[in-house]
């Protein structure tokens, strides 16, 4: 599944902690943009990955130049300057590259990215009064929405674990 989410410089150990566990289980890779607020190995965000830290498949770039330079596909921005709900957006494309673009914690992602793909920008629609939702939930919405989507395309939808019937035995 091509789903990759970007942080550009995430500053919250805890909630990249957090997506690094979304991306394990959904499949999506994760790319960090450069400066971190944090170190990578940081405990906070291995304690946040509830130990899924190995299992999340993430890379690092020095700057969103180098991130375009290396990664071609659909880019697909989350800011609060979007006008449009992602639900409007086509993710069912199961062959497409789609990236998930989220911007730092405190300031977003710099007008100057967003002003060359104001097609792509959503916003998540809230009252007229908050200015957005912690990053990490704002991840898992958008992943979630393109993966419904998709119908969820390889993600079991039963529990495996402990058996598909456990809640009956």
Sequence with gaps: MPLHVVL?????????????????ATKAKLHLI??????????????????????????????WEEFIEKNQG?????????????????????????????????TGIPKVILQKYLATCYRLPMVDNMR???????????????LRQQNYHGLSTVEVLKGKDFIFD
């Design 74 to 106: 659909e880019y697909v921005f989350l800011t609060r300057y979007g006008k449009k709900p992602p639900s409007s957006h086509d993710f069912s494309n199961i062959k497409q590259d789609i990236y998930l673009i989220f911007g730092k914690e405190s």
């Design 132 to 146: 957005s939702l912690n990053l990490a939930n704002c991840v898992a919405i958008m992943v979630y929405e393109a």
């Design 34 to 63: 450069e400066p971190l607020g944090f170190r990578i190995d940081n405990k906070f965000v291995k304690r946040s990955s509830a130990n899924h830290f190995e299992e999340a498949e993430y890379k690092l770039y020095l700057d």
């Design 8 to 24: 550009y410089n995430p500053e919250i150990p805890q909630n990249t902690g957090n997506i690094m566990r979304t991306c394990a």
